[in-house]
């Protein structure tokens, strides 16, 4: 007798997959077991690479344009490249450790670039980022997200 499956071949849809360079790049740090946490700690180790590409090439766009004048900015912007390209270390003191230090340093930052330079410099507009903090935190961790 023939079976159901063998009538319906269900064929697999090929997926999107990273290359294995970006992978271990994305990975890096990441030492838990469960699945859920080592997602999130990927999230986070894509946003503090974005942040360290912003960072970068911020640091190009002022050293461009009055030099003496951000000075000041340019040392807060490479200490945020150092800090975004060395937050994947903090994964192994606990699940949000690394996430938490990012989000603290993004508010820091900016938060003194704003006081800096007042609201003429948008770089308040980096605030409607906070919902990716969600990500970061995941939800049931909604309480720290909410800090």
Known sequence: MTRLHDLVRFERVPT??????????????????????????????VASFAAAAN?????????MNDVEH???????????I?????????HRWGDNAAATALV???V???????????????????FVLAAVILFLFGLENWRLALF
Request: no cysteine.
């Open 16 to 45: 999107i997959q990273m290359p294995a360079w970006l992978e271990r790049l994305v990975s890096i740090g990441v030492v838990s077991d469960d699945s859920k946490v080592v997602r999130r700690q990927k999230i986070t180790n």
């Open 55 to 63: 960072g970068v090439s911020r640091f190009i766009i002022n050293s």
């Open 70 to 80: 951000f000075a000041l900015v340019q040392t807060i912007v490479i200490a945020l």
């Open 82 to 90: 150092v800090v975004a390209l060395l937050i994947h270390r903090l």
């Open 104 to 106: 603290i340093w993004f």
């Open 108 to 126: 820091v930052a900016l938060v003194f670039a704003v006081v800096l330079f007042g609201t003429d410099s948008q770089v308040q507009v980096y």
